[in-house]
T-cell receptor, first 111, second 114 residues
């Protein structure tokens, strides 16, 4: 099974609301990344958080990491219709040598 | 920089035909990755190169798939012969800092094998 699993699989909200997506993983990691994929496009890197960090911000994005629970969350504040996309977490396992991507959360922001 | 460039963007072919996908990584990036994305299996790493050398090809599904990187600015992924189950979106990505650091993805090639 995937190292990273996103939850929920799909999320639909209204413009202006906050969107929270979660990622759980199974083994120890060095870092965790979040990517966005718009329909028909490639993945775009959003943010990287290292295992010794607990929270990171970038614009309207806030990422948290709880290594004791092996989970991360991505919060998008004041969402816009343009945030509609799939969001993937990717983990760098301490025992591995590659990024492992989760299955993604499909976010729909309704105008 | 133009980012990672892939061609063609769409490919429709018949079963048994040879398919060649092309990628130009971001200039100066030492790592190049080929991924396949399907609804059933998500995003799978097929192979990656470091300084033009294949490092890990454990994700290549079978001998029908091959990848080359003859120089730092060009890579190909070839499927011969193609089968309907190869239908997917194939992404190329590059990284300048490491295999597990930030990756920059191309727009992908949507392959349909009839």
């Amino acid at each position: 099974s995937q190292q990273g699993e996103e939850d929920p699989q799909a999320l639909s909200i209204q413009e202006g609301e906050n969107a929270t997506m979660n990622c759980s993983y199974k083994t120890s990691i060095n870092n965790l990344q979040w990517y966005r994929q718009n329909s028909g496009r490639g993945l775009v890197h959003l943010i990287l958080i290292r295992s010794n960090e607990r929270e990171k911000h970038s614009g309207r994005l806030r990422v948290t990491l709880d290594t004791s629970k092996k989970s991360s969350s991505l919060l998008i504040t004041a969402s816009r219709a343009a945030d509609t996309a799939s969001y993937f977490c990717a983990t760098d396992q301490t025992s591995g040598s590659r990024l492992t991507f989760g299955e993604g959360t499909q976010l729909t922001v309704n105008p | 920089d133009a980012g990672v460039i892939q061609s063609p963007r769409h490919e429709v072919t018949e079963m048994g035909q040879e398919v060649t996908l092309r990628c130009k990584p971001i200039s100066g990036h030492d790592y190049l990755f080929w991924y396949r994305q399907t609804m059933m299996r998500g995003l799978e790493l097929l192979i990656y190169f470091n300084n033009n050398v294949p490092i890990d090809d454990s994700g290549m599904p079978e001998d029908r798939f091959s990848a080359k990187m003859p120089n730092a600015s060009f890579s190909t992924l070839k499927i011969q012969p193609s089968e309907p189950r190869d239908s997917a979106v194939y992404f190329c990505a590059s990284s300048g800092t490491g295999v597990t650091d930030t990756q920059y993805f191309g727009p992908g090639t949507r392959l349909t094998v009839l």
